[in-house]
């Protein structure tokens, strides 16, 4: 007798979100079932990949991750053309860390040039982000939305201490928006209420609960996105039912084991590839919980998620 799996059915769906111009236009999210849960119902889009490019030369980078990236990270045009190019980007996350006060300060003003000078470049979806300052971000963030004007760009992160400046850019400028609480599905849930009660659609939005790197609170990063994909899902709680960001590399290219020499801890083996893999790693765990966007950092770990998604499709 033929083995006949046990198959669930949803009543909820994922909002599907399309991002970029004509010319490099993709769509994410849209599923009804968990994650890679082809079986049971339908996966329309697969999860995006962003590679990460900033404003400035990215100075506390590890070195590993730095040196694919030598030639151009001094120019964020270069460097967005480069991951275009040479790279095969699907889509680019341009993060503002040189507004941050503790940074270079860069003014507004200097930041909407640089989102202007990227999107003339390239022709990839390109996700805006600024330096997670909330003070400073709420000014970045409505000169970066009045340069990205229609051009289908995500921007954000909006939190609760300056969605409203952000949010109200966002709907002016006619682009997708980027929530950001901190590891609470509650403050999640609340967060989005609030971004649709001042008229943003709630098609338009991205959810991002915050990530974590392997070995740092990973497990209480994937329950909690577990828990809003199945709110999304189980419960049909439309207030869940946006795509879900992880935003993996610059968490995990911080931690000791993605940065700890071979001369210090041997045993560990080699510096790179453990990098890597923390980075790859990271991300298929969050890729299982149920994020349907992702910014990373390194090549070959995006590459290796890449295959991942591939195989599991």
């Known amino acids: ?95 503002l860390i040189g507004t941050h006060p503790d940074r270079e300060n860069r003014s507004p003003e200097d930041a909407a040039k640089t989102v202007r000078d990227v999107i003339s470049a390239v022709e990839r979806p390109l996700v805006i982000l600024g ?22 760009c995500i921007i954000g992160k909006a939190q609760e201490a300056n969605y409203k400046t952000i949010v109200a850019a966002a709907m002016a400028n006619n682009l997708k928006l980027i929530a950001m609480s901190e590891l609470d599905i509650n403050l999640s849930k609340q967060l989005n209420i609030l971004i649709t009660q001042m008229g943003f659609d709630k098609e338009r939005l991205i959810t991002d609960p915050m990530s974590s790197a392997l070995g740092y609170g990973l497990e209480y990063t994937y329950s909690v996105m577990e828990r809003i994909k199945l709110a999304a899902l189980t419960q049909n709680d439309a207030t ?37 893999a923390w980075e790859a790693v990271t991300a298929s765990a969050l890729l299982l919980a149920g994020a349907n966007l992702l910014i990373m950092r390194h090549p070959k770990a995006i590459s290796a998620l890449d295959k991942l998604v591939e195989e599991l499709i």
Not at 27 to 48: A, R
Not at 63 to 80: F, L, R, T
Not at 246 to 275: C, F, H, I, N, T
């Open 240 to 276: 869940m039912q946006t795509p879900m960001l992880a935003d993996v590399g610059m968490y995990v290219w911080k931690v000791k084991e993605s940065q700890a020499s071979e001369q210090d801890l041997p045993q560990w083996g080699s510096v790179e590839e453990r990098g890597i």
């Open 131 to 152: 330096s997670n300052h909330a003070e400073k971000d709420a000014s970045v963030l409505i000169a970066a939305a009045e340069a990205a004007k229609d051009r289908n």
């Open 1 to 95: 007798m033929a083995f006949i799996p046990l198959k669930e059915t949803n009543t909820g769906k994922v909002y599907a979100v399309t991002v970029g111009t004509a010319s490099g236009e993709i769509t994410f999210g849209g599923e009804n079932v968990l994650p890679f849960h082809s079986f049971e119902g339908l996966i329309p889009n697969k999860p995006l990949i962003a590679y990460e490019i900033q404003d400035v030369p990215p100075s506390d980078w590890s070195e590993i991750v730095k040196k694919p990236y030598k030639d151009v990270s001094g120019d964020p045009v270069s460097w967005a053309k480069f991951c275009q190019d040479n790279l095969k980007a699907e889509a680019i996350a341009l993060r």
